[in-house]
Structure formats: C-alpha cells, structure tokens
C-alpha cells in the first residue's frame, strides 16, 4: 500500500500515521511511540479516566485514548509541561490508595509504579488519604487488595465485556469511588468470577492477585526490572502466565536497568 | 409465610410494571422501591436484579452513585440540612446543632433507636427564603429556632411527615421582577397553534432568528441545536429538559415549573415537533421531589387538553408526550451528558464527547438536552415571533434573563431582565447595601468584586445559568470559597484522576487554611492544583471547581493572606486533633488531655 494514502499527525514532531477511527493513542502506538497511560489497555474500547495519557492537540489538553485523530494535528505529548502534570496525577492516586511498592507483590510488574519510574516522580508530594479498604481474600485462588485499585475499570470492562460476567463494577461516588464485586455477601468467593477470566489478567496495579504465587519470580527480575514501561510491549505480560504481546515493537532498547533507574520509591514514610 | 424476596416483590413488582421491567428506567425504580421501604434492602435487589436482568453489581453501583439512595436502613426521618454559603449565611450549622443535640443524634449518622438520620446537603435551591432542609426527601423553608423545635417535637411524638403543618412546605415563588417571560399571561396550546398554523420549518427558523441561546450557561445557539437534531439520522428522537437545577444558588426553575409548567411542557413540545421526537423526558432534581405531583396533574391536564399524546390539537400524526424522571442528588447530573447516563438509568458519569447529544444521546439516538428556561423562551418565540424577541437584550444576548438573587439583601427572589443589565442595577433592585463581591452563575461561575459592578449580564461579559449571590461587609470571601470547595468535592462523580482526588485535595487545603496552618507554600500549592484540574478534568465540573478559588485569590487576597498564619510550611497533620476520637470516649476535654501547643 502507499504510504502516502495514510493521513497523519506529528507527535512531538514525528509524523505519525493513523487509519480513520484511530484514536492519538492508537496511532502513537501503532508508530512504536509510546505516551504513558493507566486505564488504556489496547485491547478495550479506551475509557479517558485516568488521564495520565494527556496530550496537548492543536495547543489543547485532551485525552490521548480517546481523542480521534485527525489529519495535520499537531500534538505534544513528551514536554516538561505534560509530563508535570502527569507526575501530579499519579502523585494523586498514590495518595488516594494504599500503596506500599516495597511488600507489593506486583512490584515490578505494577504499571503504576512503572509509569511513575518514566515520570521521575520521587515522592508522593500531596497528603495521603489512608483510606479503610478491607482485603477479600475470600475466593480460594484469587485475593483482592482494594488498597492498589486506582479505578482504571478495566476489570469491570474485561468482565462485562470479554468474560459477560459483570464480577465488578464501581460504586460510590468523588472520592468515595471504589471497586464492588457481584456477590450479595460482598465477597468475591460468592461471585462466578474464575481464574480463567479475562478479568483476571487486566489489573494494571496489584489488586487482582492469584494466591500462592506470590514472590515466584523474585523482585528484580520482573518485567520493569527488566526494561522501563515505556520500552515494554503492551500489554504488560502477568508474571509468567502470558506470552509477550505480539504487537508493537519496542522503540527504545533495553536498559542496564542499574544505571538508568531511579531508587524505588517508598511511597510511605519517605 | 413469605420469604423474605416475597416481601420485597409485593412493593417492587407494581413498580416494576409501572416501568414496563424497562432497565433503563433503574434509577426511578430505585427511588420509588426507597420511597416505599425507606431504604433499598439487599433482598430487594435480589428480586430487582432477577426481574430486570440485571448484575447485583450494576444495582448496587448506581444505588452507590447518589446520595439519596440508601442500602442501609437511615432512620425514619431523614432530615437535610441544605448546606449552600446563602444557608451558611442564614445560620443552618447552629440550627443543625440544635437538632441534634435536642433529639440524641450525630450529624452524618443515625440515631441509636433508629429514629431519625441527619446530614448536610447540597444546596436545594431554596436560597432566597432559607435557611432550608429536606426532610424524608421533602422540602421545608425558613428555618428559625421555633421552626427547628417544632420539628423535633413532631419527630419525637413519630408525627408522619405528611401531616406536618402545612406552613412549613409552603414555598414561595418571590417573583420580584417581571419581562416577558414571567408576565405569564400565556395561554396553554396557543404557541402550538401558532407552529401549526405557520408551519414547522417556519417555527424553526423564527427560533433562529430570535438568536435563543441556552439559558443553563454554556449559550448554545437553540436554532442551531434543534436543527442538527432534526437533521441526525435515527430510529427516534428525544426531547430533554434539564430540570436537575443544581447549581448553588440557582432557583429559577423551580419557579418556573410551579407556576410556568405550560409554557416549559409547550417549548419541549414545539421542540419535538420540530425535531421529529414523540418522547420526552423532564429530569427534575430530587430536591425538588415536592413538585412532582403537581407537575404529572399539569401534564395530565394537557393531555386532556390535546396539547400531548396522539393527534395533538388534532393534528394527524402529531404524537408526543413527556415523562418526569427524578434525580437523586447527584450535581453532575445536570451535565448534559451525565444527564442522558442518568435517564438510561445509570450511574451519572459525563460521556466522552463527541459524539454529542445532538447526534448521539439517550440510547444513542439524537437528542436536545435544553434548560427550563430554554424552553420556556421558544414557547413565547413561537407565539410572538423570532424578531421581537431578537428586539429584547443586547447583541450577543437576545432576550430575557432570569436572575435568582440571594444573600444579603433586603428583597431575595426572582428578577427577568433583558440581558445587558449591569450588576449595579440588579443590586440596587434587590436592596443590598455596602456590597463586597456578587458570585454571579453559582459555585461553578464568577466572583464580582465592586470594581465590576458595572459589568452587564450577557454572554459577552458575564454569562449566567441564573445565579446571583450577594456578599456584603460583613463576609469572609475566603469562608465562601472554602464552602464551593467542598461542594465540588462532593459533587465530584470520580471519574476522572485530577477530579475525585484533586477536588478533595484542595478541600482539605482550603481546611488547613481555615484551620491556621496555612503558610505560603500552601498557598502556592492550592494554585499549582487549579491549574491542573483545569487542564486535565473530564468534563467541566472539574474545570470550574477552581473558579471561586482562583476569583477569590485574585480578588480578595488578603482573605487568604490572613490565614496564612506560618512562615514556613507546616504539615497538615495535626496530632491534637488526632487525639480528639480518645478525648471523645474518653469524656475528657481538659488540659491535661491536649497537647501543648506552642503557637498559639
């Protein structure tokens, strides 16, 4: 096909190619480029919750995931001035939750600690909030630590969507927002919910874990121990139990990740 | 004996038939199922979720969303106290205060025998004659200590709220100033008459030519909006007004609907003939619940009259009719889009846009989401003519405007005026005196200092949803940012990241302030976070959640500068105060159990 038949938009000044129905995300993604985002998983409909993939289209704020794009745009996503605003915004749901990276079974894997490794952000800035999350370890293969959810709903959409289980959804309101599973008894034992579930495999951050794997790959050896988030095909393999993604060759090679990563950090405490 | 879903299914399931088992109708089935149990039990889920096919998860999840439905038992009274700075102004805190302590209970808990629940609200709309409250959902006005006493005194002996002295429901309309719209003398039928006897392409283009812009703030061109709703392709075609008036201090509408309702119901009417539609929706907020029956008795009324329903004004073909939903306490849901999640009975959260209502709204087909107002105004356009109502006004802002005053003033209520009007000329109507600052579009819009009071009203220097608070001498702008603040945090829908968390970060910001531990570096903080919210928000509750902070900074500095009490920065936190649960069960309130605090 010739290329020149392809409308296209800059990115930071690269000129990036998109097919009509794409959105700034999925083009940027297509191109091997990648713009940080939470909530977007390239495989659902993109939600434009989080925000963390904000760009400035034609000078204006927008949601990357969900803004279509359109011929001759001119947009900006790798800027001092973005990026400060992302860091702010994970700055946010680190305090929000309970997030404590150094116990979390999904450091390492966890993308928002990943993305906020690519943001530089050092500190949580803002006060916390300590929300009250009880744990439901009530499934017998499955824990939810509701203390990580950062309301991304991607469970919620994998449920509905692939698995047409509807096992989560949000309840609650501002910042009362969280995560509710289908049960009567509240717990996710009394659900129809299943290891084999699409659900199962989408949490970006470490609500969804599966029991007594825990540590089986040591941390440092994970998947953004390995390579920064924005060098990882998407989307992040769990652990060992999924091959890498296909998709979306990696546009920055790997890193010696001593020498280019940031300390961790510890969220709580510092 | 039954089981327990049985006891549930004897009240749900005329309900449910009153609803066709329609799931998109699950908001107004939760709020008849609660106004008949008092709260919505887990086994009337059961059956709800069985009868409409739906996940538990998604009842509990929109049953979540607002703050009037309850899945726990909440005490037989529930009284709220609105909580908007006008009623702040008026004293609600210590009436509040006196309630509970005269009847046993915390505000934001329920009462140990289960009696009675109390609370703040969001502002109810009852801002020129509070302070108010709602009490079992119902709204009460004027609340004076007697009044307060009174009301413990009736729930106390566990008197049904419905036979309550009927003073206390009687509200008032305050009609202060008339134009065209609130002279009232229009005659039910008489503009669909004149739209049958011109012609519906004509009807449209004479709204055109009156230059209608919304009347709920953002101005959009209603001839334009009806047009590109006509011209959406689709299987059908909604009419909406938007009735969940939520913006503080905003009253106008809940006027219009109880003396205007004809002149609201005809423009949806001229709308949907216009646009091809033969359903529509008014979604009255649930504050104002108390409407209700008299607005279904007008409805009926018309449909007697052959102004709704099949053939109207027997004209073949011409068939529509209109369906009150209510709302349930959720701000957000005045956004259009949030709006049309609600009617399809939803949790109310702004859609991505676009698409637009216009081409893509409720079940996704073309919709026009209009103000009350908005409709009102095409009624006596299509009546009168496009070009004497573009003769009304200024030339960005044809027409009439209502003004809902409120605060300091002598005479609080509604004022219609062509648009153009200056601020000065509305304060001097109204009867305020040593005026410090006019918040003018409620929470979500501009802060005037005295230096403006020359500006006009109009969508090329002040444009307004309606709101007109007025603040003397006397007040401590500050105090009035800090309670838009906390509104915004609790209207938030939480969405969005910079919204849900970053609404309640500059809450808690605002607290410090207030609370003496202010320093500089707060304050540079609290801008840093507006900016954020402002770029990054979904939908605009986000974005203007920062105008009455930025307003009052720019204005009335010194307001914050006084309560940047610390050089440095000193932590929010405050152990004192951490301490404050132990003094409390422990009965303590003296010396030794405080901490020294060297500061003050």
């Given at each position: 096909m010739n290329k020149e038949t392809f409308p296209t938009f800059t990115l930071?000044?690269?000129?990036?190619?998109?097919?009509?129905?794409?959105?700034?995300?999925?083009a940027a993604m297509a191109a091997g480029v990648y713009i940080p985002h939470l909530c977007f998983n390239p495989e659902f409909k993109p939600h434009g919750s989080c925000k963390i993939c904000t760009v400035k289209a034609d000078g204006r704020h927008t949601s990357s995931c969900t803004h279509q794009a359109q011929d001759g745009m001119v947009v900006e996503s790798n800027t001092q001035e973005i990026n400060d605003e992302r860091r702010a915004l994970l700055q946010m749901l680190f305090v929000e939750g309970n997030h404590f990276c150094p116990s979390c079974e999904k450091s390492g894997n966890c993308q928002l600690q990943a993305t906020a490794y690519e943001m530089n952000m050092m500190s949580p800035h803002f006060d916390h909030f300590f929300p009250d999350r009880p744990l439901d370890a009530s499934h017998p293969d499955y824990l939810l630590d509701f203390n990580r959810c950062i309301l991304c709903s991607l469970c919620v959409r994998a449920s509905r969507d692939v698995d047409g289980k509807n096992v989560f959804a949000l309840s609650g309101r501002g910042i009362s927002s969280h995560l509710i599973v289908n049960a009567k008894s509240g717990l996710l034992a009394d659900t129809g919910f299943s290891g084999d579930d699409k659900a199962a495999q989408v949490c970006p951050v470490g609500v969804i874990l599966k029991k007594r794997v825990g540590f089986a790959v040591p941390i440092g050896s994970r998947s953004f121990d390995e390579q920064p988030i924005s060098a990882t095909p998407h989307p992040v393999p769990a652990a060992a139990?999924?091959?890498?993604?296909?998709?979306?060759?990696?546009?920055?090679?790997?890193?010696?990740?001593?020498?280019?990563?940031?300390?961790?950090?510890?969220?709580?405490?510092t | 004996m039954a089981s327990p879903v049985d006891t549930h299914a004897e009240y749900l399931d005329p309900i449910l038939s009153r609803h066709r088992h329609n799931a998109s109708d699950l908001l107004q089935i939760?709020?008849?199922?609660?106004?008949?149990?008092?709260?919505?039990?887990?086994?009337?889920?059961?059956?709800?979720?069985?009868?409409?096919?739906?996940?538990?998860?998604?009842?509990?999840?929109?049953?979540?969303?607002?703050?009037?439905?309850?899945?726990?038992?909440?005490?037989?009274?529930?009284?709220?106290?609105?909580?908007?700075?006008?009623?702040?102004?008026?004293g609600n805190m210590d009436l509040m205060q006196s309630l509970c302590s005269q009847l046993w209970v915390e505000p934001g808990k329920v009462s140990e025998?289960?009696?009675?629940?109390?609370?703040?609200?969001?502002?109810?709309?009852?801002?020129?004659?509070?302070?108010?409250?709602?009490?079992?959902?119902?709204?009460?006005?004027?609340?004076?200590?007697?009044?307060?006493?009174?009301?413990?005194?009736?729930?106390?002996e566990r008197v049904p709220v419905s036979a309550w002295p009927a003073m206390f429901f009687a509200i008032e309309d305050n009609i202060r100033r008339r134009d065209v719209l609130l002279e009232g003398n229009f005659q039910p039928g008489s503009a669909l008459a004149a739209l049958l006897q011109r012609g519906t392409d004509e009807t449209l283009h004479e709204i055109r030519l009156s230059a209608l812009r919304g009347r709920g703030g953002a101005g959009f061109s209603t001839g334009l909006k009806w047009g590109l709703c006509r011209d959406a392709p689709g299987e059908q075609h909604y009419v909406v007004c938007n009735a969940d008036e939520g913006e503080p201090g905003t009253f106008k509408d809940r006027v219009l609907l109880n003396s205007y309702a004809d002149t609201v119901f005809e423009g949806m009417t001229l709308c949907a003939r216009i646009t091809g539609a033969d359903r529509g929706f008014l979604y009255l907020r649930g504050e104002y619940r108390y409407l209700l029956e008299h607005l279904?008795?007008?409805?009926?009324?018309?449909?007697?009259?052959?102004?709704?329903?099949?053939?109207?004004?027997?004209?073949?073909?011409?068939?529509?009719?209109?369906?009150?939903?209510?709302?349930?306490?959720?701000?957000?849901?005045?956004?259009?889009?949030?709006?049309?999640?609600?009617?399809?009975?939803?949790?109310?959260?702004?859609?991505?846009?676009?698409?637009?209502?216009?081409t893509h709204g409720y079940l996704n087909q073309p919709t026009v989401v209009n103000n009350v107002e908005t409709f009102a105004a095409a009624s006596l356009i299509a009546l009168h003519g496009g070009a004497w109502y573009a003769g009304i006004g200024t030339d960005s802002s044809r027409g009439t405007k209502i003004l809902s005053v409120s605060g300091d003033c002598e005479r609080p209520g509604l004022y219609e005026?062509?648009?153009?009007?200056?601020?000065?000329?509305?304060?001097?109507?109204?009867?305020?005196?040593?005026?410090?600052?006019?918040?003018?579009?409620?929470?979500?819009?501009?802060?005037?200092?005295?230096?403006?009071?020359?500006?006009?009203?109009?969508?090329?220097?002040?444009?307004?949803?309606?709101?007109?608070?007025?603040?003397?001498?006397?007040?401590?702008?500050?105090?009035?940012?800090?309670?838009?603040?906390?509104?915004?945090a609790h209207e938030s829908c939480g969405f969005c990241t910079p919204c849900r968390v970053g609404t309640s970060l500059l809450a808690n910001m605002m607290d410090k302030l207030a609370e003496g531990h202010g320093s500089p570096y707060d304050f540079a903080e609290i801008e840093k976070l507006n900016a954020l919210l402002q770029s990054t928000s979904h939908c605009g509750l986000g974005h203007s959640a920062c105008n009455p902070v930025l307003d009052t900074i720019a204005k009335f500095r010194p307001a914050y500068d006084r309560r940047l009490a610390q050089k440095d920065f000193v932590p929010a936190f405050d152990l004192d105060r951490a301490l404050s649960q132990a003094r409390q069960m422990t009965g303590r309130d003296d010396t030794g159990a405080h901490l020294e605090r060297s500061h003050e």
């Open positions: 930071d000044g690269k000129t990036i190619p998109f097919t009509a129905g794409q959105t700034l995300i999925q139990t999924l091959p890498p993604h296909p998709q979306g060759a990696c546009p920055v090679g790997p890193r010696s990740k001593a020498a280019t990563l940031p300390p961790h950090p510890t969220v709580k405490g | 939760l709020i008849a199922a609660q106004e008949h149990y008092g709260y919505i039990h887990s086994d009337a889920i059961d059956h709800l979720s069985a009868q409409l096919e739906l996940p538990r998860s998604k009842i509990e999840g929109v049953s979540g969303f607002y703050s009037f439905l309850h899945l726990q038992p909440d005490g037989e009274y529930r009284v709220l106290f609105s909580d908007n700075i006008t009623d702040r102004m008026s025998d289960g009696l009675l629940s109390v609370n703040t609200t969001s502002c109810t709309g009852l801002c020129d004659q509070g302070p108010a409250m709602l009490v079992n959902g119902i709204a009460i006005n004027r609340l004076s200590r007697e009044r307060i006493n009174a009301i413990c005194e009736l729930i106390r279904q008795a007008v409805l009926q009324h018309r449909r007697q009259q052959k102004l709704l329903g099949n053939d109207i004004l027997g004209h073949a073909g011409f068939n529509f009719d209109i369906e009150i939903h209510l709302g349930a306490g959720a701000y957000i849901c005045g956004e259009e889009s949030a709006l049309i999640e609600s009617l399809e009975g939803k949790r109310g959260t702004p859609r991505n846009r676009p698409p637009f209502p216009v005026y062509p648009f153009g009007v200056t601020v000065a000329q509305v304060l001097s109507d109204c009867g305020a005196k040593n005026t410090q600052a006019v918040q003018i579009s409620g929470a979500s819009g501009v802060c005037i200092a005295a230096d403006e009071f020359d500006r006009r009203i109009a969508f090329d220097d002040i444009p307004t949803a309606g709101a007109f608070m007025v603040f003397d001498q006397r007040r401590d702008m500050f105090e009035v940012a800090r309670n838009f603040v906390h509104f915004f």
